[in-house]
């Protein structure tokens, strides 16, 4: 009888702290969830692109900006649990699902790269969380812009395209008046040969420059004398492809960039500590055919990227040279490497993220799924400056849970080790046994559940550098 009650005791206390686990993770928890945006684009049924944040610290509050196929959410995440949309600003026209965003004091600019009509847009944000005023939506500037990059009072603008002419190379603005940017300098005039800026990462005026098929630049703005000067290049390095987006440590030492065409070519951990001596000294990937899209580092220790089908990833590149998976959050599980028939076809998945509001929560877009709103575990949150009690690291995820006809692992940072997985009911009983030998970095399996009856079950992983349970229920 006791043991009957000790049963029951543990299946209501498992039931009660259970969440089923639509989205697969690993050290990563899922605050909230939104989709807002009903307008649909492309065969791949996109429907958002950037997003960014910002504090505002007069009433210390925090926002995401979340850029979609016809307008830009504002959305309150003080309470990161119950975000608030509070407003949104319209776009030129619907369809237009290439949006990047940054801010500079309480000011939002927006820019897209979709065809025309299109324009650029600045917006007022220091009436939140009431409203946000748009003070320039037009084409003087630009009409259009793949990525614009905010640094010591300076616009960059990659890729602008200006009405009746085609598009250039770079452009910078300075806002000494947040709402009417006035063009320094184009790009062109001092370095013709470099013919298309995708993307930039900005420091001091330092500009690391991600130029497509022609690599990565290094340049340098003068605010002196009003020109750009060549530091440096970096070209035909391993793995090359079309030099998509770049992120830089506080310290300066270590980048992370990735090359988005062709699918399947990992990000470069790269040592820029001597531009004049730049190296190769790692290279990360969460799947042999995934595609990094865009990275973001905090600190010297972390650096998020943006992993189209994959979701999101968090590595700890604290040694360079030795870049390990810390956790994960799949935004997009009807593909990639969490889905058992993982296909790496379209554009789908991860866009962006933001990962550095005071509060350390994580905003992310998914292009099909929305926005999620997530927390770091707390040795992620402990070395970003919050004060956290380390919690034991988990190194593998099981979804989907409940599960039916099959159980997904996801074992990370063991390669060549082998692993004996365990997999027990309720009563203690060994229902199944298996060795696994790891042979990727971010290993991925999966067991058939059928012979299995329904039930609460409880998975161990034993090895040389893991011991670890997790519990699943089997649900048909």
């Known amino acids: ?6 049963i029951i005791i543990l299946i209501v206390n498992f039931l009660n702290n259970y969440q089923a686990q639509t989205y697969p993770s690993l050290n990563i928890t899922l605050l909230s969830h939104l989709d807002p945006e009903t307008d649909v684009t492309g065969s791949d049924n996109r429907k958002y692109s950037g997003c960014w944040g910002w504090a505002q610290t007069s009433k210390n509050k925090e926002y995401a900006i979340i850029g979609t196929s016809k307008q830009t959410f504002f959305i309150d995440v003080t309470n990161p649990s119950i975000p608030v949309i509070v407003d949104s600003v319209q776009a030129r026209r619907a369809g237009c699902t290439y949006k990047e965003i940054k801010t500079y004091e309480n000011f939002c600019y927006l820019v897209s790269d979709d065809s025309s009509p299109n324009s650029f847009q600045i917006v007022d944000m220091q009436y939140l969380p009431d409203s946000v005023h748009v003070v ?3 084409t003087t500037l630009f009409e259009k812009c793949h990525t614009i990059f905010v640094d010591n009072g300076h616009l960059y603008c990659g890729g602008p395209t200006t009405v009746g002419n085609g598009t250039e190379s770079m452009h910078i603005y300075s806002l000494a008046t947040p709402t009417a940017p006035v063009l320094l300098r184009k790009l062109s005039q001092d370095i013709p040969g470099i ?16 130029c497509g098929g022609q690599g990565l630049f290094i340049i340098k703005f003068n605010t002196a004398t009003n020109t750009f000067s060549l530091i440096q290049s970096y070209t035909g390095y391993l793995y090359n492809g079309y030099n998509h987006s770049s992120w830089q440590t506080d310290n300066r030492k270590t980048m992370v960039f990735a090359d988005e065409v062709p699918t399947g070519l990992p990000a470069k951990v790269i040592d820029v500590s001597d531009l004049n001596n730049i190296t190769l000294v790692d290279t990360i990937n969460s799947h042999p055919l995934a595609t990094p899209h865009n990275p973001y580092i905090v600190g010297n220790n972390w650096c998020w990227i943006s992993t189209y089908h994959d979701g999101i990833y968090l590595y700890n590149i604290s040694n360079p040279s030795n870049t390990t998976i810390h956790g ?18 379209g554009y789908r998945g991860n866009w962006g993220a933001y990962p550095y509001l005071p509060s350390k929560i994580i905003i992310t877009c998914d292009m099909q799924n929305g926005v999620f709103i997530l927390e770091g575990d707390a040795t992620y949150k402990n070395l970003v400056g919050i004060n956290e009690n380390n919690l034991p690291l988990s190194v593998f995820s099981v979804y989907p849970n409940p599960a039916q006809s099959e159980l997904n692992f996801l074992i990370a940072n063991q390669l060549g080790n082998t692993i004996q997985c365990t997999i027990t009911d309720i009563l203690g009983k060994i229902v199944f046994e298996k060795t696994i030998i790891i042979n990727e970095a971010f290993y991925k399996t999966s067991i058939d559940t059928n012979p299995l009856n329904n039930g609460c079950y409880f998975i161990t992983l034993k090895g040389k550098n893991i011991n670890e349970t997790k519990k699943v229920l089997i649900q048909k």
């Open 136 to 138: 320039y939506d037009g």
């Open 195 to 210: 013919t298309y800026v995708h993307d930039m990462y900005v420091r001091n005026d330092t500009i690391y420059a991600s």
């Open 1 to 6: 009888m006791k043991k009957i009650s000790f």
């Open 328 to 345: 994960y959050f799949d935004t997009h599980p009807q593909q990639g490497a969490g889905n058992s028939n993982a296909t790496y076809t």
